[in-house]
């Protein structure tokens, strides 16, 4: 892919669009939206430590969403040359609905149109997708030569240049485009009857160098850790503090925490968060921000699933709420002029509500003396288990985890625990690192420890 060949697709795409806007404003179908999801290149999948595919692809989506009246119709199709029959289908569809809300439309056009943040580096116009096939036998042969005990479960690499653009009947034309190369690996060390927790990781560059780079670090650290999770054991239950590296705050805590700020929970009355603007509702140790307009991050974009300009936004300040998630719609609801840039989602949905390019700030206290507290500790890799977001009750099992104790770190078999989100943020925060972790070049995230944890293990 070169960068004429790639600029033609994007002139192509949104020529297409806004033709077809036009020709169905011509029919009285004045409330359109067609967003466009475009992306090219190649990869390699990885199974039982051997190649298994690989496939190049290109491929095209539009989602067409029109609105009738306060009702919705949404479709999808890969023909670009056929829109304006997809807008009828979703009109039709609009049209069949029965219960209409006057607060359903789309968005005006922003006074000032932001200027796109397209990540397209030259050194990948010209690169050949078989060079993939490359970083899948150096996956390979690296494990086999010095980790033969990993396992991989599933790998893989892949060459991507990617597109999304949008068009309204409101005026938006806007589009960004993308080239990077990533990969990914997930399995577990097994050493005769001994096999490890499950662990996974991933790495991503926009420029060989950069991949190559990050690719060496994150495969190093995935081999490394599923060796570690070798001869765990059975531990006796105990009370004391959890351990959260940067990779496990989101699926664990924060995660659930941020889906309780979208819009639509608020409204359907299913977050705690309802009404807690400008409260105390984390520790004061805690800093959240949403950076999407920041160039330097892999997931920065000028604009959202509704063509709105994204922005910087405070979340949380020391434990203090700031901001929810709003699309369009849900700020209409909330009786809000326009949303925040947060409408979610691609050419297979219609917008819902969320952060881009999350940040949290650092906090004061280093790893090395969060890692060995006074007591013992549990050091979390992964979390499988249930949460609520209403409630922020949550129980499960912590797998591939260690035990943290004067100066060990011991494998553990799985161990269950139970609480409270909203308890445990704001209450349990004993520490978060003053050290941070860029994840997937995009979302920098700290280390946090946690206090009051009842752990329950299963002594032999």
């Known amino acids: 892919m070169t960068y004429e060949l790639l600029e033609a ?156 653009a949008i068009g309204t009947s409101k005026g938006i034309f806007r589009s960004e485009a993308s080239s990077s190369l990533s990969a990914s690996f997930m399995g577990m060390a097994i050493d005769g009857d001994d096999i490890s927790s499950f662990d996974s990781e991933s790495a991503f560059g926009r420029t060989p160098s950069e991949f190559e780079e990050n690719f060496e670090e994150k495969y190093n650290l995935f081999l490394q850790s599923c060796m570690n999770g070798l001869g765990a054991r059975t531990i006796s239950s105990f009370k004391g503090y959890l351990y959260l590296p940067p990779d496990a705050i989101f699926s664990f805590l924060i995660g659930g925490f941020l889906s309780s700020l979208s819009a639509t929970s608020i409204r359907k009355k299913k977050s705690k968060m309802e009404g807690r603007i400008n409260e105390q509702v984390l520790s004061d140790k805690i800093t959240i921000l949403s950076d999407p307009t920041n160039p330097e991050l892999a997931l920065c974009t000028s604009f959202d699933r509704e063509g709105m300009n994204t922005e910087k936004m405070s979340i949380v300040e020391k434990g203090v709420l700031k901001n929810f998630f709003y699309n369009h719609f849900e700020a209409k609801k909330a009786g809000l002029q326009k949303s925040n840039g947060c409408a979610t989602g691609g050419s297979g949905s219609t917008p819902g509500c969320g952060p881009k390019a999350l940040q949290v700030e650092a906090g004061e206290t280093e790893v090395k003396s969060m890692i060995h507290p006074d007591g013992k500790s549990i050091w979390v890799n992964r979390f499988s288990g249930n949460s609520s977001g209403t409630s922020g009750d949550f129980s499960g099992v912590i797998k591939g985890g260690f035990l943290l104790d004067a100066g060990e770190k011991i494998p553990v078999k799985e161990i269950q625990i139970a609480g409270n989100m909203y308890e445990v943020l704001k209450n349990q925060i004993a520490a978060v690192s003053l050290e941070r972790e860029l994840l997937g070049k995009s979302t920098w995230a700290p280390s946090l420890l946690i206090e009051g944890i009842d752990i329950t293990g299963t002594s032999v």
């Open 9 to 164: 697709k994007r002139k192509s795409i949104l020529d297409s669009i806004q033709a077809s806007i036009e020709s169905a404003k011509k029919i009285s179908i004045n409330e359109v939206e067609i967003f466009a999801g475009y992306g090219q290149g190649g990869s390699v999948g990885i199974e039982k430590n051997d190649i298994q595919s690989f496939e190049t692809y290109e491929e095209t989506v539009y989602g067409i969403r029109v609105i009738e009246s306060g009702c919705e119709g949404f479709v999808t199709t890969n023909d670009g040359s056929s829109l304006l029959t997809s807008i009828q289908e979703a009109s039709a569809l609009a049209k069949a609905q029965s219960t209409p809300d006057p607060d359903l439309e789309l968005p005006s056009k922003p006074n000032i149109i932001t200027a796109s943040l397209d990540h397209l580096d030259p050194s990948l116009y010209d690169l050949d997708p078989n060079s993939i096939l490359e970083t899948a036998k150096k996956i390979l042969q690296y494990r086999e030569l010095k980790f033969p005990k990993v396992s991989l479960d599933s790998a893989g690499a892949s060459l991507s240049y990617s597109l999304k």
